[in-house]
């Protein structure tokens, strides 16, 4: 059985390799959003240097890795898929000895070591350029700051690849599945802490965050790695038991959605 | 030429008209999207209202003067995945699967057909929320306006316009010379975020950079300074020539690039 997740693993990597170049510009594409908000920072902070608890190197670096766990974690294979199941071409995957969400884990997952070890580089590159020109501090952690951040990255992308899928079976009842990526997108974006720490929030939308789960996508794991945060028993029970809901929640749906589907033959 | 005009603006309305027909067929998919589209503009708000909110300035620009230049940008935003994004999806697709020759062989200009043919009405309430906002926050900044203002705006709208697509435009045809780059159209909307802050921002090469070897950060900046009351007459001269210069340069560079397509006659 190993060998042949291995196996799809590795193609989804060697596939994901032939699009190198499109992957570059992707990489690319999330970078130039980051300094321009960076330079929106910079210039907030004219004539402070600390607001709400952050200083601007602090908040900079916070951005920055913030697009780093995006790129990491992030999830984006729902419209493809639905496309395809909307056109009934599931059927030969269906027939395979391998559970149709198992080979969608498997190849999100080959896809993604394949941008890990693609971006990470370019990542580095690209936080030691801006530190050049911009005021980032430099990242220093310890080593059981450093586990703790990596168990919540594993745990944003098991968020995102479940809520990815939880978007890709509504494509079963919804004419417009797709479209609900936005929908998840905008969810993410405003209550994990990804686009702003969460101090800078107001405070009716602080404690939405406060009580959510998603916090531990972002706000989270940078703040543990800006020794701001450490994780505590109970947020790995919460965490972990946000991860068995979300499971739950596919393997309700994808027992309803088989139930749904039907096509001539792919 | 009057003649050529006229068959030109026909065109024009026949297409329009064609995708009102579609709208009206596929009116769900419409509302979704529309639905979509509302939530990333109110989104959008937001999040500069946070940033604003910090320390209750960017660059100088307070937070009704952010919301007049937010607006600027959401209007252009609206006309830029309305016209733009569709058109040039199609037209990039069409240069990588060879089936530019449809074009070519047509008794009209092929730039303006593959610029117009495409549309979509899923942004109209985006461009209302746009205009709805611009009013209120000119209103609270207590400028007054003439309607020589208002004129001047609506002039550097539509070079704004002009340059976006020429933009656009120029890297969509940048397709004849590339193997195959799937996102390359992603490459304009990824930068929006540089024309959606003021060219304040900017500073040192930065500024040099996006303010006057590629003015990106002048798109929503000019316009938005102009109904301000602190636009420069410089800045306006040079923008204009700029965009109306960048439009002349991707009609040049399009007639050397589509010497270069290959394609089966389909």
Redesign the interface.
């Known amino acids: 059985m190993w060998r042949r997740f291995t196996h799809l693993i590795k193609h989804s990597f060697l596939v994901s390799l032939g ?1 190198r ?2 992957v570059f ?2 990489i690319l ?2 970078i ?2 980051t300094a ?2 960076l ?10 240097s600390e ?2 608890g952050f200083q601007l190197s602090q908040l900079l670096q916070y951005l920055f890795i913030a697009t780093v766990i995006s790129g990491i974690t992030s999830s984006h294979f729902e419209s493809w898929r639905a496309r395809e199941i909307r056109e009934g071409k599931i059927d030969y995957l269906l027939t395979k000895p391998i559970s149709y969400l198992t080979q969608v884990f498997l190849h999100d997952l080959g896809a993604k070591i394949f941008y890990i070890a693609y971006s990470i580089p370019i990542f580095i590159f690209s936080y030691w350029f801006l530190s050049q ?1 911009l005021p980032i501090s430099g990242i220093q952690f310890s080593l059981i700051n450093f586990l703790q951040f990596c168990i919540l990255i594993v745990y944003g992308y098991l968020v995102e690849f479940f809520l990815a899928l939880i978007v890709l079976l509504l494509t079963f009842w919804f ?2 599945g797709e ?1 609900l990526e ?2 998840k997108m ?1 969810t993410i ?2 209550l994990s802490g990804m ?2 720490p969460i101090v ?3 405070p009716w939308l602080q404690s939405i965050v406060q009580a959510l789960p998603l916090k531990y996508m972002y706000a989270w794991p940078i703040e543990i790695l800006q020794q701001r945060q450490t994780l505590q028993i109970q947020d790995l029970l919460y965490a972990a038991a946000f991860l068995l809901f979300l499971y739950g929640l596919v393997r309700l749906l994808w027992r309803r959605a088989l139930l749904r589907y039907c096509s001539a033959g792919g | 030429m009057y003649k050529s005009l006229r068959k030109h603006w026909r065109l024009f309305w026949k297409f329009r008209q064609l995708r009102l027909m579609l709208l009206l067929e596929y009116r769900n998919s419409f509302f979704f999207w529309s639905l979509v589209s509302v939530l990333w503009t109110a989104f959008n708000y937001f999040f500069f209202s946070l940033i604003v909110s910090a320390n209750n300035t960017i660059a100088g620009w307070n937070q009704s003067e952010m919301y007049v230049l937010i607006s600027t940008f959401t209007i252009l935003d609206a006309f830029t995945w309305s016209f733009f994004y569709a058109n040039m999806t199609t037209y990039t697709k069409s240069i990588f699967y060879g089936e530019m020759t449809t074009y070519l062989t047509r008794p009209v200009s092929t730039q303006f057909l593959v610029s117009i043919q495409n549309n979509s009405f899923n942004n109209i309430f985006r461009l209302v929320i746009g205009i709805v906002v611009l009013v209120k926050a000119v209103q609270a900044t207590q400028v007054p306006l003439s309607l020589g203002t208002i004129l001047l705006y609506v002039t550097f709208m539509i070079l704004s316009l002009l340059f976006i697509y020429s933009l656009w435009f120029i890297v969509a045809t940048c397709a004849f010379w590339v193997e195959r780059l799937d996102n390359i159209n992603e490459l304009i909307p990824a930068t929006r975020r540089m024309w959606q802050v003021p060219r304040g921002v900017y500073s040192g090469l930065a500024s040099t950079l996006f303010t006057v070897i590629l003015p990106l950060g002048l798109i929503s900046t000019i316009p938005s300074e102009i109904l301000l009351g602190k636009g420069e007459l410089r800045w306006m001269v040079y923008y204009g020539i700029f965009a109306v210069g960048s439009l002349l340069f991707s009609t040049w560079f399009f007639r050397i690039s589509v010497k270069r397509y290959s394609g089966v006659g389909n």
Not at chain 1, 39 to 48: D, F, N, R, T
């Open positions: 699009y170049s499109e510009l992707w594409l999330s130039v959003p321009v908000v330079l929106i920072w910079v210039s907030v902070y004219q004539g402070a607001l709400r020109v004419e417009n479209g936005h929908f905008l974006s405003l686009m702003i800078f929030m107001p």
